[in-house]
């Protein structure tokens, strides 16, 4: 998805903004029950490989293919001391740059880069990317996640080696 311009008003793109930074600060906090409040019901949750950053997620490799039943098994083995990757948890700092939206219908369509610094076990790593998000607006007002796609920049996960939390 390539969004060349902004076709949604000042006030859309400030709460779509507000949206990103509060998931930010949720993942950041390993908040992640909350986090998954952010999806809808039909909701996935989307990393291509770094070999094929544009590829379909029904033809071909995924890191991460989550629908939102297999997001909750996630969120509830990355909280427990049996996700040895992530215990203890990383400490991460998101920052989230260059947002663009274009609004069809019912849904938004987001583009936003990313920086993830993960510090764990004495070891310091960047990820780097895109972010390719659809939300939705519910009967409620509030924005939630039809599709919340990280495309890394990297060209292969070393020396990180895995992902093991949430980009």
């Keep these: 998805m390539r969004i060349t311009t902004s076709t949604v008003n000042h006030a859309v793109i400030a709460e779509i903004e ?3 930074y509060n998931e930010a600060d949720l993942l950041d906090d390993w908040h ?4 998954l409040d952010l999806f809808l019901p039909e909701g996935q949750y989307l990393v291509p490989s770094t070999v094929n950053r544009d590829g379909d997620p029904n033809t071909d490799l995924f890191l991460v293919q989550d629908d939102r039943f297999l997001l909750e098994q996630r969120v509830n083995s990355l909280q427990t001391r049996a996700a040895h990757a992530e215990y203890p ?3 991460t700092r998101r920052l989230i740059t260059n947002v663009r939206a274009v609004s069809s219908d019912d ?3 987001v583009v936003a880069n990313f920086a993830i610094y993960r510090f764990r076990s004495g070891a310091s790593d960047v990820y780097v990317g895109r972010y390719h998000h659809q939300l939705v607006r519910t009967e409620s007002g509030e924005l939630k996640f039809r599709v919340r796609k990280s495309v890394l920049d990297l060209e292969a996960l ?7 939390f949430i980009l």
């Design 18 to 20: 507000q949206f990103l």
């Design 32 to 35: 992640l029950h909350e986090w």
């Design 89 to 91: 948890h990383s400490r």
């Design 107 to 109: 849904t938004v369509d």
């Design 158 to 164: 070393r020396p990180h080696g895995k992902v093991s």
